[in-house]
């Protein structure tokens, strides 16, 4: 795409002002998983290293625009970034109405940009005063490239030069490698809770893929749509006729959807809920299913064998109880062993790579959620959309 690059640019002297994704999980002002900061600083140090004067905001949560909280405070990401940077680190609050003096060298944090009023909606206003304090603007925030907001859009419109960071630059480039020139065979693995999430990524990836594998509540609605008992499980009604004409579009371009054959049933959602493994024709109207069944999940391992390109997003059961982890278990390790380009995304695609140890394995992920799936439907997103424009 063209787009300027951060590390194309002369950066010493300048005023570099970086939207990086500092979104991480926060409890008790402890964080929890740091991993999207962690990807966030090689833009960062880059433009230290080259002399630049750093500026890095962030949104973290979901504050009411306008009203401090200390909840969605960026100050326990401005002590990590303390513990991990041989630079000077500040944060300044009020960065939008006060002024503040920075050197070559030095890093200020600006405090949660959606504390700002007008942020979400692009404020012209706010944007230009975004603008008014940077001469270059870097986008390196790919979990919110599908966001029109004032940090990510606004201010790359008025700055004087806005490019990527390294870290968009790397999605960018996975995401390319793994959607529009892929390898084949070619296969998709979408899990999740609810087909009317992905409807539309479901039905982007059908056009494309060789096989498209389904996992957790979605699993459900396509078993209904092939006429089988998911007794009371999670499954949408009214989008089996959708799930249908995926199955069907699959089919008549000689691609499949693998056969799910059996499934592991609870009674309920319980972490101590006795599993038990069915032949999905052998389902109750009392039984919810969980996980797919071995037999299902050596077929999806055989299609992860024979592939080239493999996106996933979403496991294939409730893998945060043991005893209904054994498919998304299994699979990640097939994912993790195969020679295949892998590109993983999505929050709880990441929770399972963590839980079974496997980051080293996966060729790429994705630090974004939204703006993964989006590209992937094909939709332009508006961050790409102004830096093409600014090129």
Not at 195 to 219: F, M, R
Not at 312 to 340: C, L, R, Y
Request: with cysteine; net charge negative; proline share 3%.
């Amino acid at each position: 795409m063209n787009i300027k690059r951060l590390v194309d640019l002369d950066l010493k002297g300048k005023r570099v002002f970086i939207r990086s994704d500092l979104n991480v999980p926060i409890q008790n002002g402890k964080i929890t998983s740091p991993k999207r900061i962690l990807a966030s600083i090689p833009t960062i140090e880059f433009a230290l290293q080259k002399g630049a004067s750093v500026m890095v905001t962030s949104h973290l949560g979901r504050p009411e625009e306008g009203k401090y909280s200390s909840d969605d405070s960026l100050k326990p990401i401005v002590d990590f970034l303390k513990n991990h940077l041989k630079y000077p680190v500040h944060l300044v609050s009020d960065w939008v109405n006060s002024s503040f003096d920075i050197a070559p060298g030095q890093l200020m944090v600006l405090e949660n940009c959606r504390f700002n009023m007008g942020e979400k909606k692009n404020d012209e206003a706010l944007a230009k005063k975004y603008a008014s304090l940077t001469d270059i603007f870097v986008m390196d925030a790919f979990g919110t490239a599908h966001r029109k907001e004032a940090s990510t859009y606004g201010i790359a419109e008025y700055a004087e030069t806005a490019c990527a960071g390294i870290l968009f630059v790397a999605e960018l480039e996975a995401l390319e490698k793994a959607l529009l020139e892929p390898s084949r065979p070619m296969i998709a693995i979408v899990g999740g809770s609810k087909v009317s999430s992905k409807l539309s990524i479901l039905d982007t990836l059908s056009d494309k893929v060789d096989q498209l594998i389904v996992g957790g509540g979605i699993a459900n609605t396509f078993i209904k749509a092939m006429g089988f008992e998911v007794g009371s499980s999670m499954y949408e009604e009214d989008l089996v006729p959708a799930a249908r004409k995926i199955i069907d579009k699959l089919e008549k371009r000689g691609a499949s959807l693998p056969l799910i054959s059996d499934v592991v049933c609870g009674k309920k959602f319980d972490a101590k809920e006795v599993a038990v493994t069915k032949n999905i024709k052998d389902v109750h109207k009392d039984d919810m299913i969980f996980d797919l069944g071995k037999n299902s999940v050596d077929e999806i391992v055989k299609c992860i064998h024979n592939a080239k390109t493999i996106i996933w997003n979403g496991p294939v059961g409730v893998f945060e109880f043991d005893q209904f982890a054994k498919g998304t278990e299994t699979m990640t390790h097939a994912i993790a062993n195969s020679e295949a380009f892998s590109l993983a995304g999505g929050g709880d695609t990441i929770a399972a790579i963590e839980k079974f140890n496997v980051a080293k394995d996966i060729s790429y992920i994705s630090t974004a959620g939204g703006a993964f799936l989006e590209f992937a439907e094909g939709k332009k997103l508006p961050a790409i959309e102004i830096l093409e424009r600014r090129f």
